[in-house]
């Protein structure tokens, strides 16, 4: 624990969706979290939320695109709560399309959100956020079902997410003497802002509605609904507990079913 009682977390893309009921579930399980996301605005706006309703948040703009900006997003949540025991990196997009006609700055940026910044911000929470000087920390990084099969139309996110699973199990096993856990969260099709840009996307590409893609989507989840932001936050929660000393390099899927791998 730190000097005042409570673990500081770090949470990136935490404005809404996923990243928004993580910040919200490790701010009511007694942490001090520090979000970050594009927008300053955004990022204003849910800090003062958060503490209206009683939580110790606080945070600052983020791109994780930029190892300047994750130094100092990182820099300031060490200034503002003191050192880092949990990271939960969240922050992506989504992309795709027919490979084929995929130019290299959609691949690029879709590597570089989803995957690259995964590596950025864990980096600087290990070195300036103090954790690998520790003997005990949380590393969670939010992947996808995605990232463990392929996905029609999808593959650069596909294979950002493949990447956030290869370095969970690696960077696990590499700090596991340590008390480090690392493991990565597996959504699969959560009810969030992205999801709904993403079938507005597929509904374009097959020229039908949104209504019809939606439809289509749940008649592949054996519980036949989408997740909520909530309930991949409840696993969140779980693993940054004491309780899962034991799980690290772990891919854990959230999906209603949708992979059973």
């Known amino acids: 624990m ?8 770090v949470v990136t893309g935490a404005t809404s969706g996923i990243g928004l009921a993580v910040a919200r579930r490790l701010a009511a399980s007694d942490h001090r979290v520090y979000i970050g996301a594009r927008s300053a605005d955004q990022v204003a706006a849910t800090v003062k939320d958060l503490q209206a309703e009683g939580w110790e948040v606080d945070g600052a703009v ?44 959609l691949w690029h940026d879709v590597i570089d959100t989803n995957l690259h910044s995964v590596f950025r911000v864990t980096r600087e929470a290990l070195t300036t ?3 690998r000087h520790k003997s005990w920390g949380r590393v969670i990084n939010i992947a996808s079902t995605a990232g463990k099969q392929g996905v029609v139309l999808g593959a650069p996110y596909s294979a950002s997410k493949h990447g956030v699973v290869g370095f969970t199990k690696a960077l696990g096993n590499e700090l596991a003497p340590t008390g480090i856990t690392v493991n990565a969260v597996c959504p699969g099709y959560v009810e969030t ?17 949104e209504a019809a893609i939606l ?25 940054a507990s004491d309780t899962a000393a034991s799980i690290t390099s772990q891919a854990l899927n959230v999906c209603g079913g949708l992979g059973n791998f």
């Open 2 to 9: 730190t000097d005042q009682g409570k673990r500081v977390a």
């Open 193 to 209: 802002p992205m999801a709904q840009r993403v079938r507005a996307g597929y509904a374009a590409a097959y020229d039908t509605s």
């Open 62 to 105: 983020l791109d994780v695109r930029s190892a300047e900006q994750v130094r100092a997003w990182i820099q300031g949540a060490v200034d503002r709560f003191g050192g880092i025991d949990v990271v939960v990196n969240n922050a992506g997009r989504s992309g795709g399309g027919v490979t084929a006609d995929i130019d290299d700055e």
């Open 129 to 131: 956020g103090g954790m």
């Open 215 to 239: 439809e289509k989507f749940q008649a592949k989840i054996p519980l036949g609904r989408y997740s909520t932001p909530e309930e991949v936050a409840g696993l969140v929660g779980y693993l």
